[in-house]
C-alpha cells in the first residue's frame, strides 16, 4: 500500500466501509484474515485501503514480518473508527428496541448438531405459536459476535466471557459411541481398547474439547478411518458403516441408520443461550430466548443423552 506524503486534504470524504476494512485489518493483522473475517476478497480490502490512504494522503499501516501494524496516523484512525462503529452498532440496537411487534427475523448461531438435533426439531412448534416471527439459524465455524449483530442469539458450548453479552445454561450436552448394525454385525461389539475396530476421529490436532482425549484413550487400539471436525460428516460415516464415532445424542439419536454402543460415560458439555444484553428486551427475541430455554428444559434428558 502506498500514500502520497504531506497533509489529508481537508475535504477528504471518508466510506464507512473503507473505515470498517482498516477496523478489520488493525484487528485482524492482514489483508488475509481480515478478507475472512469480513467475507471480502482481501484484494478487494487491499484496494480501499489504498484509495483511503490516497485520500487521507498518509501511510496508515507497516507492513511487519508478523502482519500489517498500524503507524501513528492509522492508530488515530482506527481509534475514530471504533467509535464509530460504536455509534453505529448503538443505532441498530436502539431501532430494534423500537420494534413492540412479534414480526420479524430472528438470526441464531450455533453448531450443527444443536442446529439439527436441538434447534430444527423445535420450529414447527415454534411458528405454530409465533407465526410472525421468521427463524434464521448459522451453523458458521466462526464465533459469530453478537456485538456486531451478526446473529441475534447464540447457543454456545462455553460460557460467555464479554462482560455485555447475557448467557444462561440451558443443560449439558451428552455424548455416545455409536455405529451402524451393519457395521456392529460383521465387527462385534468393542472391548476393552477397541482392538480390531475402526474409528471415526477428529483431526490429530484438534484437540480443544474433553471428548476428543477421551475417545483416543477408550479406543487406543482402534484405527483411524476417517478424522474430520464436522459432526455431520462424523455422523453420517458411521451411518454408513464405516467405523465407530464419538456423536452428541441429540444429534445421533434421530438417526435410525445408529446404534448407540454400551460404555463408560463420555464427558459431557454445558450448553449457554447468549444474546446481547440490549437485544434481551426485543420482542422477538425475547420470545425466541424463552422458546429455547423452556424447550431446553423438556429435552433435558435427552439434551444430555438420558
Known amino acids: 500500500m502506498a500514500a502520497q506524503d504531506g497533509p489529508a486534504s481537508p475535504g477528504a470524504r471518508l466510506d464507512w466501509d473503507d473505515l470498517r476494512f482498516a477496523l478489520a485489518v488493525a484487528d485482524a493483522g492482514g489483508l488475509s484474515a481480515a478478507g475472512r473475517a469480513l467475507r471480502v476478497d482481501p484484494a478487494t480490502i487491499g484496494r480501499r485501503l489504498d484509495g483511503l490512504e490516497a485520500s487521507l494522503r498518509c501511510k ?87 456485538g456486531r449483530r451478526e446473529a441475534d442469539i447464540a447457543l454456545r458450548l462455553a460460557r460467555p466471557t464479554q462482560g455485555d453479552l447475557r448467557g444462561r445454561k440451558l443443560g449439558q450436552v451428552g455424548y455416545g459411541l455409536y455405529a451402524s448394525r451393519d457395521y456392529l454385525d460383521r ?6 481398547g477397541f482392538e480390531g475396530h475402526l474409528l471415526i476421529d477428529w483431526p490429530v490436532d ?39 464415532a464419538l456423536l ?32 434481551a428486551r426485543v420482542p422477538r427475541i425475547r420470545v425466541t430466548l424463552e422458546y429455547l430455554a423452556e424447550t431446553a428444559k423438556r429435552s433435558a434428558k435427552r439434551l444430555a443423552g438420558g
Open 187 to 192: 465387527r462385534g461389539k468393542p472391548s476393552a
Open 248 to 279: 452428541p445424542c441429540i444429534l445421533a439419536d434421530l438417526d435410525p441408520a445408529l446404534v448407540r454402543i454400551q460404555s463408560e460415560a463420555p464427558p459431557k458439555q454445558d450448553l449457554w443461550l447468549v444474546t446481547h444484553r440490549d437485544l
Open 206 to 244: 484438534y484437540t480443544v474439547i474433553a471428548q476428543v482425549p477421551w475417545l483416543r484413550k477408550t479406543a487406543a487400539s482402534a484405527t483411524a478411518v476417517l478424522r474430520s471436525n464436522s459432526a455431520m460428516t462424523r455422523r453420517a460415516a458411521a451411518a454408513s458403516g464405516a467405523g465407530i
Open 60 to 146: 496508515l499501516f507497516h507492513r511487519r514480518r508478523q502482519g500489517l501494524v498500524p503507524t501513528p496516523a492509522g492508530a488515530k484512525l482506527i481509534a475514530h473508527a471504533r467509535r464509530i462503529e460504536e455509534e453505529v452498532r448503538a443505532v441498530g440496537f436502539e431501532m430494534s428496541a423500537e420494534d413492540r411487534g412479534l414480526a420479524g427475523t430472528v438470526v441464531i448461531t450455533t453448531t450443527e448438531p444443536i442446529a439439527a438435533g436441538f434447534v430444527a426439531p423445535a420450529l414447527p412448534d415454534f411458528e405454530a405459536k409465533h407465526p410472525g416471527i421468521a427463524v434464521e439459524v448459522k451453523t458458521d465455524i466462526r464465533t459469530l459476535d453478537l
